[in-house]
């Protein structure tokens, strides 16, 4: 028995479609610009779903949907200076079509879409990744358009029904025509190219940009049909069973709405199963406030699906995404989420913690809580959930250490040091390397004062030592502070604090350096404090603090 939310869609899906013989689920994504964590939502939860319908015992497929040849609008506000000068002659034609800004790939479309095409198997997705003009080549998609351009009238008056019940007053007229042609002389793709006549297969058109007249052939993909009809289209020679959907398509008269009436009543073939979720923000700090801002990829607001595995495991992130949880698929969305960056090492702890929880559940309890623990993991790791609990570096103490290590070779010489890699298999050495890898690209992305505790917190764990630590402290701390101690003498600057306070034995001596990480790394050990004094950050803090 299964709990968890992919499960309940997996099993409407065979609820709506019992005759299928091999199921599909897609995910869909706009290549406008950087493809970020909000966009991924719709990749992983299609995973999900394809796991779960596997993993009940069916055949099924996944396909990622790259809608290529939609029109430029905006240069993305990262763009370099020399595209954003020139973007004026790119707006209307199709992404696919566009140079790379960034002068890397093909074309822009690749640009966005590859780095994310690459990273797909390092998350666990097993999903095919196709283009429009793949599908919009297609016979099927062909055939299946012209059946609906040649029963225009009946399709119009059928999405004007439904807009009308909406409440929209932005109405098709009776001039409509179902496509979108490729302007042959200036290469656009918008609604400035208007169609104005059919015959058969050939779409008359003129061109407000450019004021071309020319024909477009359907059977040559020399265009392609409005979202709304590009949608249901895809829908059904696909034959898509299951597409997670932003919250915004749970309102009345949304592309949804009209794409399940339009399959329904031409092709007799119901819509997908939806699962919806709510949208995702990035938290920005304005001193001790926060400011939430919702990821846009024109914007480049939000971290993207590539930047995030740099920084933490893939399987994190399916869990933060598939963690949350909805009681009706069809009338309640997945909770949205406020992300900050700064929380990496709380996401990823918080998944260590789950993991735990799950090796504690006894492989027969079918108590529901522990049953949706089982489903979520499973849906979360990257392969099959391993035989036994991996070991794992906490997040935390992989930071400490990268804030100070000269290289990976050296962190993780400390972490053995520290005896962190004891009895740990060479697949747990290598997850550690990982981690350590990506705490350190954490740390140059949100800076080293992370590292070290708040002015709050330093004062509290200044009180908890004793008057002569307290003293030894402050007085070694004044020495890196004001330029006296440095890399060179720290070694007898101690030594000489330790003896003018009677702790003139090593076991004193120790007894000094055990205090002073305590109170800025709250571990009984760290870093050979040369290292520390080095760095600028640190020097930065003390003066904040002392």
Not at 46 to 73: K, Q, T, W
Not at 107 to 135: Q, R
């Amino acid at each position: 028995m299964h709990k968890h939310f992919a499960f309940r869609a997996a099993n409407e899906v065979l609820r709506r479609f019992p005759r299928e013989t091999k199921y599909t689920v897609e995910a869909g994504v706009t290549p406008s610009g950087k493809i970020h964590l909000g966009n991924f939502n719709d990749v992983v939860i299609a995973d999900a779903v394809l796991r779960a319908l596997r993993n009940m015992g069916y055949e099924a497929r996944g396909f990622l949907i790259v809608d290529s040849r939609d029109p430029f609008r905006k240069p993305p506000i990262f763009a370099p200076e020399d595209f954003k000068r020139e973007a004026r002659k790119y707006v209307g034609k199709p992404f696919v079509n566009i140079p790379d800004p960034w002068g890397c790939h093909e074309n822009y479309a690749l640009h966005f879409v590859e780095p994310v095409k690459n990273k797909l198997s390092d998350y666990g997705v097993d999903i095919e990744v196709k283009w429009a003009k793949e599908i919009h080549s297609d016979p099927s998609f062909i055939k299946a358009l012209l059946s609906i351009i040649e029963r225009r009238e009946k399709v119009r008056e059928l999405l004007n029904e439904i807009r009308r019940k909406a409440g929209h007053k932005s109405l098709y007229d009776e001039k409509w025509i179902p496509y979108r042609p490729l302007c042959e002389k200036c290469g656009r793709i918008d609604e400035k190219v208007v169609p104005i006549k059919v015959e058969g297969s050939k779409i008359y058109y003129r061109c407000e940009w450019c004021g071309h007249t020319g024909i477009a052939e359907v059977h040559k993909a020399e265009g392609k049909p409005p979202w709304r009809i590009d949608w249901p289209l895809r829908w059904y020679v696909l034959k898509v069973n299951f597409e997670p959907l932003g919250k915004d398509h749970m309102a009345s008269g949304s592309g949804y709405d009209t794409g399940a009436a339009l399959i329904e009543k031409f092709f007799f073939r119901k819509p997908p199963v939806p699962v919806f979720y709510d949208f995702v923000y990035w938290v920005e700090w304005r001193g001790n406030a926060k400011e939430y801002r919702k990821f846009s990829k024109r914007e480049g607001i939000g971290l993207g699906v590539d930047e995030w595995i740099e920084i933490a495991p893939p399987e994190v992130l399916r869990f933060l995404i598939l963690k949350r949880d909805i009681s009706d698929i069809y009338s309640e969305a997945l909770s949205h989420w406020e992300f900050d960056i700064r929380m990496i090492p709380q996401y990823v702890q918080e998944f260590d913690r789950f993991e735990e929880q799950y090796f504690s559940i006894a492989k027969n309890d079918e108590e529901e809580g522990r049953l949706l623990i089982k489903d979520m993991y499973m849906l979360s790791v990257i392969d099959k959930p391993p035989k036994r609990k991996p070991k794992r570096l906490n997040y935390w103490q992989a930071v400490r250490v990268a804030a100070w290590m000269i290289n990976l070779k050296d962190g993780m010489e400390i972490l053995r040091r520290q005896g962190k890699l004891t009895e740990l298999s060479e697949d747990e050495i290598r997850d550690a390397e990982k981690r350590l890898r990506m705490a350190y690209n954490w740390l140059l992305r949100v800076g080293y004062s992370v590292v070290f505790p708040s002015i709050n917190e330093f004062k509290l764990r200044l009180k908890s030592l004793n008057s002569i630590e307290k003293k030894a402290i402050m007085e070694i701390l004044k020495g890196i502070k004001e330029g006296n101690i440095n890399e060179t003498n720290v070694g007898e600057e101690v030594k000489r604090v330790a003896k003018e306070l009677g702790l003139s034995d090593r076991k004193g001596r120790l007894r000094i350096y055990r205090a002073l990480y305590r109170l800025l790394f709250n571990e009984e050990s760290g870093p050979p404090l040369k290292r520390l004094i080095v760095r600028k950050e640190f020097k930065e803090y003390l003066a904040k603090v002392t």
